[in-house]
């Protein structure tokens, strides 16, 4: 097992899917650990029980991270909760499953996708690389996507952003590397949580048309995304910046 014993992380929207999964790994890994969720104050605890059973200390706080006083308000509480802050793992985002070609989609779908999934990134970052810097370094891990990589149609505002996900990491990989701040990505396809219920539920016939061309021929559990993202941000991964890590089953390859 991959040891963070002694790291203390950040993982937003950390109640629910990969984030939930990453908390608890990370956990297990032996990080203190603060996440963040939106509303599912419920689904927080839940995580808090479970991450707790590994001995180290995790908290949660509400925020909402496309909303700048809030994502300073989020890493200040777990630089003030765990002492410093070592990994900084960037996964609150949304998903509109509703199918929108571009003359359908609204001003409004296209300004919450983008807050949501990119601002909510930018926000955060802006706010703990200080303390990253003032300590000497630190880990950032970008929760982004395949259709970041290849598009996916009739979702373009979600393409959109974790398209930028990935260039912003880039481009701070070489910001922020003499700081010794590392930046990477972690780009999974399809994973197996509530949005790929939701989905699977409404398009079921058409999904399993899509999967059977799958190399896999399964979707990926959260664990197997969290894996990568605990490997990033872990000391095996110490010459590794602005990479993007590709956790899809073979559906897109790219070198």
């Given at each position: 097992?991959?040891?963070?014993?002694?790291?203390?992380?950040?993982?937003?929207?950390?109640?629910?899917?990969?984030?939930?999964?990453?908390?608890?790994?990370?956990?297990?890994?032996?990080a203190?650990?603060?996440?963040?969720?939106?509303?599912?104050?419920?689904?927080?605890?839940?995580?808090?029980?479970?991450?707790?059973?590994?001995?180290?200390?995790?908290?949660?706080?509400?925020?909402?991270?496309?909303?700048m006083?809030?994502?300073?308000?989020?890493?200040?509480?777990?630089q003030?909760?765990?002492?410093?802050?070592?990994?900084?793992?960037?996964n609150?985002?949304?998903w509109?499953?509703?199918?929108?070609?571009?003359?359908?989609?609204?001003?409004?779908?296209?300004?919450?996708?983008?807050?949501?999934?990119?601002?909510?990134?930018?926000?955060?970052?802006?706010?703990?690389?200080?303390?990253?810097?003032?300590?000497?370094g630190?880990?950032?891990?970008?929760v982004?996507?395949?259709?970041?990589?290849?598009?996916?149609?009739?979702?373009?505002?979600?393409?959109?952003?974790?398209?930028?996900?990935i260039?912003?990491?880039?481009?701070?990989?070489?910001?922020?590397?003499?700081?010794?701040?590392?930046?990477?990505?972690v780009a999974?396809?399809?994973?197996?949580?509530?949005?790929?219920?939701?989905?699977?539920?409404?398009?079921?016939?058409?999904?399993?048309?899509?999967?059977a061309?799958?190399?896999?021929?399964?979707?990926a559990?959260?664990?197997?995304?969290?894996?990568p993202?605990?490997?990033?941000?872990?000391?095996?991964?110490?010459?590794?910046?602005g990479?993007?890590?590709?956790v899809?089953?073979?559906?897109?390859?790219?070198?």
């Amino acid at each position: 097992m991959i040891s963070l014993a002694g790291k203390a992380a950040l993982v937003t929207g950390g109640s629910r899917g990969i984030g939930a999964a990453t908390v608890k790994m990370f956990a297990q890994a032996g990080a203190d650990v603060v996440f963040s969720y939106h509303r599912n104050r419920e689904a927080a605890t839940h995580v808090e029980q479970e991450a707790r059973k590994h001995g180290t200390r995790i908290e949660s706080c509400k925020a909402d991270l496309g909303k700048m006083p809030d994502a300073k308000k989020l890493v200040d509480f777990a630089q003030q909760r765990l002492g410093r802050l070592d990994i900084l793992v960037a996964n609150a985002g949304i998903w509109n499953e509703i199918d929108r070609t571009i003359e359908q989609l609204t001003e409004r779908e296209w300004d919450e996708m983008i807050r949501v999934n990119l601002k909510s990134m930018y926000a955060t970052v802006h706010h703990a690389v200080p303390y990253m810097i003032s300590q000497g370094g630190g880990r950032i891990v970008a929760v982004s996507s395949v259709a970041g990589q290849r598009g996916t149609a009739l979702h373009s505002h979600y393409s959109a952003t974790k398209g930028a996900m990935i260039s912003f990491a880039k481009a701070l990989a070489q910001e922020l590397a003499g700081h010794n701040i590392l930046v990477n990505c972690v780009a999974p396809g399809f994973v197996n949580t509530d949005i790929w219920k939701s989905a699977l539920a409404k398009k079921g016939a058409d999904f399993k048309k899509w999967l059977a061309a799958y190399p896999l021929k399964r979707v990926a559990t959260p664990e197997e995304v969290a894996g990568p993202i605990l490997f990033a941000a872990s000391d095996l991964a110490t010459y590794i910046t602005g990479e993007v890590i590709n956790v899809n089953g073979g559906s897109f390859q790219c070198g």
